[in-house]
């Protein structure tokens, strides 16, 4: 288990864009990763009521669950491992495990499972560290729906802010609203 204060700047991309950057940190394909986002919430959406979100990442030999809920700056991520074979159990059933972290914070929010599957998000990512913060460079698919996307993963939100703005400047990108993975998908309905 893990909980963290996620702060994080991101654009949309244009293909063209994607590619590029691609070239621009000498990215290969071997550095890419797929991972999979199943998205969970109550039947009256109580989660995103809260600007909250509930899911399960899958790689090709684990998973987490994650549950993101807001804070003043960023978003605080209880992140729980969990098996591939639970991940079948948690998405046939809405039942998360009884000893997690994540299911303990639900408890508190007065969230009671079984909760229900509302879609999945596959992303291709490479990740790279730099001195300003963690760079991911995702290709997404979810529903009829392909999109590209940068983030920069950052310590502290004012000097992050510069140090994205920055890298935009650095790239020759403009700046285009990024909402969150899971809003993107829930508007592709």
Do not use: C
């Not at 919430?41 to 909250?52: E, F, G, P, R, V």
């Not at 549950?67 to 639970?86: A, F, H, N, R, Y």
């Amino acid at each position: 288990m893990s909980k963290n204060l996620e702060i994080e700047y991101k654009t949309m991309l244009s293909e063209e864009s994607f590619f590029r950057i691609t070239d621009y940190f000498q990215l290969k394909e071997e550095d890419f990763f797929v991972q999979v986002n199943t998205y969970f919430d109550t039947l009256d959406s109580q989660l995103k009521q809260m600007n909250a979100g509930l899911r399960i990442r899958s790689f090709t030999d684990s998973a987490e669950i994650t549950l993101k809920l807001p804070e003043k700056v960023g978003l605080l991520e209880i992140t729980d491992t969990i098996s591939l074979t639970q991940v079948q159990e948690i998405t046939k059933s809405g039942v998360f495990p009884e000893n997690s972290e994540v299911f303990q914070k639900l408890l508190q929010l007065n969230i009671t499972t079984p909760l229900h599957k509302i879609g999945q998000l596959k992303t291709k990512r490479a990740q790279k560290k730099l001195p300003q913060g963690l760079l991911a460079l995702d290709e997404s698919w979810y529903n009829n729906d392909h999109d590209y996307e940068l983030e920069l993963e950052v310590t502290d939100a004012v000097s992050g802010r510069k140090a994205f703005e920055q890298l935009l400047i650095t790239l020759a990108i403009k700046e285009i609203n990024a909402p969150n993975k899971i809003q993107r998908m829930m508007s592709s309905f």
